[in-house]
């Protein structure tokens, strides 16, 4: 009998990975942080013993999720300006927020809210845009979850840099500390066409080629960037960015809301990748991506919540559910986007956009140990005829019990074990009462 670190074993396991596979009263073999085998359980009771071992009778084990859209930080103004268009929001309410509050000490609590709130829903990697990149990256390593960090760029000056070539700088340096982290990965984070000129943009592309990292950038998210776009330059953003080389497979377009067929045949043909983010979408009222004609035509959709100042949560589970329902309404289609498609953009496709498909997004073999467990037992989601099915329409994120990343146990029977809950509710308190009586 071989001793492992943690034997789990479930009443199902869905690894995604081969698709529309689910195991029933199978066992998942972790040691060294990572994946080393899936047999049925009463194999793995005779062949392994774990130092841990886990009896989950009534939960399905699935890859943890892949947030693939954040500004982790933007937790703190939750709520602050709601129910607003997404210039007006922008321009009249967050960036002077922003302008006034930004500090390292507003990213690492921010940060932390959102660290806390998302592995309480089971996810086990973020990609972040946000300012002060490096404080993300820390308070990532800190509570031990995986994190694509964005370093930004915007020819305006803020806190963190005062001009393109400041940015980038930045940047590349913060890269360059970062590349021996295991759990943390990089990307160019660009804000949006209208944000950034050409000439950063061809910088950012040659870089982004030679480092081998993805470019991630709000693209098409409303009807008004392009009027303005098309007003401006005579060009929509797409296209713009197509002449500049960076329609491309590094690309992960977020958004995506206002398409049309040429443009869906021509971001095919380039091999990116789009991150569709329905919740805040919605609640912007900015548009409905065509989710169906894009994944139809071959496109690697993935999943993101947004900043949880424009969604209002960062609830992954909630944001596969509306993404499922909402693509057969826009398709008009009742079979699009069904449950384990959704989920596959929640897990794989997001890995695949971000370029770890090899590390996680599935419970395969010798992947890292990034899983998550949810108890079906509530009634809730009873009686399961398909676990999926009950996953992606019925479940919600208080079934999520336990999630493991990189076989590190981050939560534990709904408690975390990384984040000091008691101390980041008073810093939320302080932020609270700034952030309200000085806006």
Known sequence: MKLVDTLIHARWIIPVEPESVTYENHSLVIDKGRIIDLLPTDSARQQYQGATTENLDTHALLPGFINCHTHAAMSLMRGIADDLPLMDWLQNHIWPLEQKWMSEAFVR?????????????????????????????????????????????????????????????????????????????????????????????????????????????????????????????????????????????????????????????????????????????LKLASGFCPTAQCLAAGINVALGT????????????????????????????????????ALRMATINGAKALGLEQETGSLTIGKSADVISIDLNDLATQPVYDPVSQIVYAASRQQITDVWVSGKRLLKQRQLTTVDLTALRIKLSEWQKRLTNNR
């Open 306 to 341: 947004d900043g949880a100042a424009s969604n209002n949560d960062l609830d992954m589970l909630g944001e596969m559910r509306t993404a499922a329902l909402l693509a057969k309404a826009v398709a008009q289609n009742a079979s699009a986007v069904p449950a384990m498609t």
């Open 109 to 281: 609590d921010g940060t932390d809210l959102a660290i806390a709130e998302m592995i309480l829903g089971g996810t086990t990697c973020f990609n972040d845009m946000y300012f002060f990149p490096n404080v993300t990256a820390q308070q990532a390593i800190q509570h031990g979850i995986r994190a694509s960090i964005g370093l930004i760029v915007i020819d305006f000056p803020t806190v963190w840099a005062d001009d393109s070539d400041a940015y980038i700088t930045k940047g590349l340096n913060l890269h360059d500390q970062l590349r021996h982290e295991p759990l943390i990965t990089t990307s160019f984070a660009p804000h949006a066409p209208y944000t950034v000129s050409d000439e950063p943009l061809q910088r950012i592309r040659t870089l982004a080629d030679e480092l081998e990292i993805p470019v991630n950038m709000h693209i098409h998210e409303t009807l008004h960037e392009m009027e303005d776009a098309l007003a401006k330059t005579g060009q929509r953003p797409l296209q713009r960015l197509h002449n500049l080389g960076l329609v491309n497979p590094s690309l992960l377009a977020v958004h995506m809301t206002q398409l049309t067929a040429d443009e869906i045949n021509l971001f095919a043909e380039s091999g990116g990748h789009i991150v569709h983010c329905p919740e805040s979408n």
